[in-house]
């Protein structure tokens, strides 16, 4: 019964140990960068900011004007927090946003992806950022709009009724969708979407480093789960717990060298939760929705899937025959004794 | 086999259910949201959204590992003195040890606070640690446990050249496992449970172990707070289940011959 129990035991480290490199690394990706204007001096309540109307964050809630905050004890480091509606109003032929003054303001002008109230953030404005080139996919769900005029920015080579693929040769990185929909404001349509071909490769490209982590801890519980049916059977356990221990050690150490070489684009991240499946299929279906329509880009976007798909069966398979392997190498060790 | 009185019987289960009954609610709120859903996202926030709440119990677990081994040390020498060697005011000293060991925390706590004050240890780990290493339970535990062993098995040791050190730790320990195990049990649910030490000790919020922390994660969710409550209670239950017969075996010990 004491066996079990240690099993248990080792198996309850070796999930909380790797909890814990997962959530540094989470926590890591999952803040938000952000570039700020900072508006000092405005000192009295009588006189007015006013912003330009791109600082405003669209969601099927409605408006969003967010601020960085510096937050205290559990809740501390730079923190997105909103702005009440009451306090600004928005001026729509100016394209304005204007509230009262009367204390220093580090206004939000763009991010990765759409801020959450009270999340952490990163501010990136002050850092050199080197152009790049880069392929944009526009998605217009509603059909291109009358208005449509590309930008000089953006140098089309396909297009079709629900999408438009063009190459930027001065594309920023990292990619912040925001900030790109206000550049390119004349090619704006009603639920439009705007991706970048290298933000989503290099996500996609990553997805097997991600399969490599989930099957380290899912093949090391495998193991516990095997020993802890199998250390009854044998007289001296210590020999099981070495092998089985130092498996789940060198897993740990595995699975934080791969959390070092990942680094996931926050513009295809949720907002709130990583593991959030449904975001990354509805991305995918938004995406492919448009791509189907265009065959050049179909065609690129195709070709980096299905090396992705490749990757991730052999890394699968190759994870199942080890573990299986390490399994029945357990289980034929404790009859041989 | 013998019947069970239905009053009895009834009691014990009202008894099982009041102890039971906070921890199944723990578990259940942990795991439904507002509408009575299941889901993990609670889970999911303590576990890899932030690593606040597993770097502070990894901070707390490897305080009270110090605190359980310091005692422990401590324990198996002071226990073997007053168990086995004669000197002067042995029993006074050892009556000093019990009424120390029955006097609230709260007693000591302003004397140890000028004391580590004037070592300059205030505001640092060494202010939790080395106060609880001290702390007279473990030292009556082994010394109960030592008096268990006969004399002669000691002397059969020291016939055959053995020296002090060799005896204590070739012998008594080995034979005193069950007393051992007690005292490391009880001195890191002591280390693991504090309270008072670090809110009058250490300043700063960053420094407090997770018992502590625990009353003072945002009450935005409560159901984040409790899934912080089972993450707090988890090593004390797998360190029971590993070692619950070894725990009654040394409690019963303790409550042997006194002096």
Known sequence: MKRRVLCIVCLIVFVLSACTLFSLKIEKEMLIQVEVKNVHGISTWDETVVLPKTVLFEDAYGSHLYLVVEGTGWESGLRVEEIRKDNYKIDIEKGTVSLPGGS????????????????????????????????????????????????????????????????????????????????????????????????????????????????????????????????????????????????????????????????????????TNILHIRHYLSEYEIMFSGLKTLSAAHQTFSVIEDSVKQSCIVTTAIAILLTGIAAVGEWFYIRKE | MKKVKPM?????????????????????????????????????????????????????????????AGQMLVSILAGYSFAKSKFPGRNFVFFLLIIWMIMPLQVTLVPNYLMLDELGLLNTYYALVLPMIFVPLGTFIMTQSFRAVPNEIMEAAQLDSANTINVVLRVMVPMSKSGLVCTMLLSF???????????????ELSQYPLSVALASVPPGDPNVQLVCCILAATPPLLLFALFNKEMAEGIELGGGKAV
């Open chain 1, 104 to 271: 220093d303001y580090c206004f939000i002008t763009t991010a990765s992806r759409q801020p959450v109230p009270g999340e952490l953030v990163e501010i990136i404005e002050g850092k050199e950022i080197v152009p790049s080139e880069d392929s944009f996919l526009f998605v217009y769900p509603l059909g291109i709009p009358e208005s449509y005029s590309s930008t000089s920015g953006i140098a089309v080579a396909e297009e079709s009724q629900v999408a438009v693929y063009g190459t930027n040769q001065t594309a920023a990185e990292p990619f912040f969708e925001h900030k790109e929909m206000g550049t390119h404001q004349t090619m704006s349509g009603a639920n439009w979407r705007i991706f970048s071909e290298n933000t989503v490769a290099s996500f996609w490209k990553q997805i097997p480093l991600l399969l490599i982590l989930a099957l380290l801890v899912s093949g090391v519980t495998v193991l516990w789960g095997v020993s802890f049916f199998v250390c009854t059977y044998t007289y001296s356990p210590k020999r099981l717990f070495i092998f089985t221990g130092a498996i789940s050690i060198s897993s740990l150490i595995a699975i934080y060298v791969i959390l070092s070489l990942i680094d996931l684009p926050s513009a295809m991240l949720p907002t």
């Open chain 2, 189 to 203: 649910l002591d280390g693991w449970n504090m309270v008072e030490q670090p809110i009058v000790f250490l300043k």
């Open chain 2, 8 to 68: 009895i019987f009834v009691f014990s289960l009202l008894l099982i259910c009041f102890c039971v009954v906070p921890f199944l609610y723990i578990i259940i709120r942990s795991i439904l949201d507002a509408n009575g859903e299941f889901t993990l996202e609670y889970f999911y926030q303590v576990f890899l959204a932030q690593s606040q709440y597993l770097l502070r119990f990894w901070k707390s677990l490897a305080l009270s590992a110090c605190i359980a």
